[in-house]
């Protein structure tokens, strides 16, 4: 159900203690492990580092419809939570205290500002025996609907692939329970999902107990069929309506203990793998939506350009296949009859433009002006230090898929298909510009062809809600690839210095001064922490300061210490990212762990590994320090890294092997930048429970890369107020030749028993091994990234006209 049932409990028919939560979910007893205990089956083991928590009731809700609909209310019972207290005796003085993300992390925030409308998200079984569910979140590469069917499987007791998930329309209703982002959609829906399951599994129950005339104890659901003790069978489907309620009801429900699961944690195929590669899975430009028409934007030369005059917009409006022509506030719009037309559009308009946001600014200026707002690491410590600034360039934010959207403004209405991870904030951001009563607007969330943070921005939306609505007709919206490198979002240029005091064989205090371009954070997370900042631990810092101390962890013993963030100059499209600030704060901070072990005299995996603060971290390393060999021998210029990263609930440690000998670095590639490479990563990760290994193998493999390509080629060159790179083929992410021809991923055994984030999780650990490998195979460590930052292996194309012509000769460059 897409839409927000009439019938469905609000949040005011509630009691009052049940609307929120009072603190984040943090490091005190959840729903999730809490749920997995009922009378009919035995407590599940406990990790050893946790006591029990005791019975408690889940409720739910059985909602008025005419076939099964079920939602959850995740409250406990006040009994069961009064028992849960008693046997835990827990108290505020129990919590750690010393690092932010020991009390609460984005990922908790996320999760709390959820909790309240978790009962508007509903799960219906159909009369043909198929589950629907419409996912409040994003579906952009990461797995995700598969994930969540796996779970309406486990407590359903129903076949994966009689289960349809779909993307949920913006709903506004949800407040901050439609927003994908910091790893957080398996941890905040993990239990909300499996409650209305369970609850739909029991109302199924008690249907067909009453068909068969039999006790509901003595029914059994498997593969989609309940069960009797004679034999005889019923398909939900046929139960469907006899399970409805006809008027809404609020129920309890007990989950499966983690015993029980035959589907979570088991290796699981993508449930839209075939379609993906047989080219049936629709995205945004695959929809056909009548009238919408192609259309391009011809953007300034320069970042943030507006356009001063058009000298031949009646000519380019005559062009073939071009409808329209209108200058907007981004640019120039040209819809046609194909993009190619477009394309041509485009080149041909001549525009004089007004300056950028960022004219005249370059590498070398934004990199002194960060050096200026460095926040002072204080006087000098009076004992041995090691301390180190690094520089991290300018990256691209561009996904595989290109920015684009579909818009149909018309005058007392508007309807909008995109990739959007914050539906809400576009939907509010669109109907106040339309001037429009937000329920005018529909926002369809379509599947998205990678993110890494890009579609927390809805820039293609916007400029097709502005073009369709100044032309009067649909617009099938799409930026060209040179579009999205130079005019779209970019990770900030940033540098870090760290310095680390010891003396001995003990590090007495970490320092880190993180210095970056400003973080546009507007897409809806700055909202969800002013709606949250009471109750976060936090004082009154600002959005970025807040984001960075609750997603950034110290998982070393190093005494006493600070780190602080600080933002300059708003010129940028700036983005959040994968893993946003964690690559840049870990990178720097393993590599001052390698320098400091080194003036110990000491082992970079021993030293990590005795100075790792919790078992289960050093577990982790140590996997993948065994695994990886660890300390064998390798040929001159080879070296091994290795480094440790933890982040919402989850842990990893990446070691890597890189090749920097001669040979290797200078091997010729056609218009690519080659350098060092690394033959061998391995990865453990342990993220408490994992619903899926084989999806959290696919995240981490491309988490992976991502921290190569972060490491050593991948970056911006900002030249005169623009950025040189114009496309994939001059943007260098790893690539084939720069892949590690070894990998080996490893998933660790359930530590929790409770989903942890994952999404971004490999992308800092990884970095930061191939820096210190590289630190090691070459005896300098690097401070400036990516290390081939300083090789412009390819010639820049013109900035006027802004994008190149469509190739001609496709078999040449398909090569």
């Known amino acids: ?27 005190q007893p959840s729903g999730h492990a809490a749920a997995e205990q009922s009378s009919d089956h035995p407590a599940p083991q406990q990790p050893p580092d946790r006591p029990g928590l005791g019975r408690r009731r889940l409720l739910g809700y059985v909602l008025a419809a005419p076939t099964l609909v079920t939602a959850a209310q995740l409250t406990a019972s006040p009994s069961a939570a009064a028992e849960s207290d008693a046997t835990t005796g827990a108290t505020s003085a129990d919590v750690p205290s010393a690092d932010i993300t020991e009390l609460v992390d984005l990922n908790d925030v996320m999760t709390a500002a959820a909790l309240p409308t978790s009962g508007l998200i509903t799960i219906q079984v159909n009369s043909d025996g198929t589950v629907s569910f419409a996912l409040p979140r994003a579906e952009v590469g990461q797995g995700i609907t598969t994930s969540t069917a796996m779970l309406i499987a486990e407590e359903l007791d129903v076949p994966l692939d009689r289960v349809r998930v779909t993307l949920a329309d913006a709903r506004p209703e949800l407040v901050f329970n439609q927003l994908t982002g910091a790893s957080n959609t398996t941890v905040s829906t993990f239990t909300p999902i499996r409650v209305a399951a369970a609850v739909a599994r029991g109302r199924l129950l008690r249907a067909a107990a009453a068909e068969l005339r039999v006790a509901e104890s003595d029914l059994t659901i498997e593969a989609g069929v309940v069960t009797g003790p004679a034999g005889r069978g019923i398909g939900i489907g046929a139960l469907a309506r006899k399970a409805a309620a006809v008027e809404t009801q609020a129920v309890t429900a007990v989950l499966k203990p983690a015993g029980s699961f035959t589907v979570i944690g088991t290796p699981r195929g993508r449930i839209d793998a075939l379609a993906a590669v047989t080219g049936r899975k629709k995205y945004t430009m695959d929809l056909d939506v009548p009238d919408a028409l192609p259309t391009m934007v011809c953007r300034a030369p320069t970042i943030n350009g507006t356009v001063g005059s058009v000298a031949n917009l009646a000519e380019v409006r005559a062009m073939p296949g071009v409808t329209d022509a209108v200058a907007i506030s981004t640019g120039v719009a040209v819809r046609a009859r194909t993009f190619g037309q477009c394309i041509d559009a485009v080149r041909a308009l001549r525009v004089t433009w007004r300056p950028g946001t960022a004219e005249g600014q370059s590498d070398e200026s934004v990199l002194a002006e960060l050096r200026r707002a460095e926040i002072p690491l204080g006087l000098p410590p009076l004992t041995p230090s090691v301390e180190e600034r690094f520089t991290f360039h300018f990256r691209g934010n561009s996904a595989l898929e290109p920015n684009c959207a579909i818009a149909d403004v018309r005058s007392d209405r508007a309807e909008i298909w995109s990739s959007l991870k914050a539906p809400i904030v576009a939907q509010e951001t669109i109907a106040a510009k339309l001037k429009l009563p937000l329920h005018a607007v529909t926002v369809h969330v379509t599947e998205g062809g990678g993110s890494f943070g890009r579609k927390l921005f809805f820039d293609a939306a916007l400029e097709a809600v502005e073009v369709s609505k100044k032309i009067g007709k649909p617009v099938k919206l799409m930026w060209h690839r040179a579009d999205d490198a130079r005019q779209g979002r970019v990770h900030p240029m940033a540098t870090s210095r760290v310095r680390v005091a010891y003396l001995g064989g003990t590090v007495l205090g970490y320092q880190q001064r993180h210095t970056g371009v400003a973080t546009d954070l507007s897409h809806g997370f700055g909202e969800l922490l002013t709606a949250m900042a009471a109750r976060l631990p936090v004082a009154d810092l600002g959005f970025s300061e807040t984001f960075f101390q609750l997603s950034q962890s110290m998982p070393y013993d190093f005494g006493t210490g600070t780190r602080l963030l600080n933002e300059t100059n708003k010129s940028f499209n700036t983005g959040s990212m994968r893993n946003v600030y964690s690559p840049d704060v870990a990178c720097a901070r393993e590599l001052i762990v390698d320098r400091v072990a080194a003036r110990m005299g ?30 064998r021998t390798m040929p001159q210029g080879m070296a091994q890294g290795i480094a440790f990263h933890s982040e919402y609930h989850s842990v990893s440690a990446a070691l890597v092997e890189i090749d920097c000998r001669p040979e290797t670095v200078n091997r010729p590639v056609r218009d690519g930048v080659t350098g060092p490479r690394v033959t061998r990563a391995v990865f453990a990760v342990d993220v408490g429970l994992t619903v899926n290994p084989r999806g959290l193998e696919a995240q981490m493999m491309g988490g992976i890369m991502d921290g190569i390509a972060l490491a050593l080629t991948s970056s911006m060159h900002l030249r005169e107020g623009h950025f040189l790179e114009a496309s994939w083929d001059n943007y260098f992410y790893t690539r084939q030749w720069n892949t590690p021809p070894e990998l080996d991923i490893i998933v660790m055994p359930t530590s929790t028993g409770e989903p942890g984030g994952a999404g971004e999780l490999a992308v800092a650990a990884s970095m930061a091994a191939v820096a210190c490998a590289y630190g090691r195979a070459t005896g300098t460590m690097p401070t400036t990234f990516p290390i081939n930052h300083g090789t412009l292996s390819f010639t820049p194309k013109p900035t006027v006209p802004p994008v190149p012509p469509a190739p001609s000769d496709g078999l040449d460059h398909a090569r």
């Open 602 to 631: 000491k082992d970079p995996y021993r030293f990590r590994r005795d100075f790792l603060r919790d078992e289960r971290f050093r577990a982790v390393l140590e996997k993948v320090a065994e695994a990886g060999q660890w300390g």
């Open 1 to 27: 159900m897409n839409g927000a049932d009439p019938a469905a409990p609000q949040p005011s028919d509630r009691p009052a203690a049940q609307q929120r939560t009072d603190q984040p979910a943090a490091r």
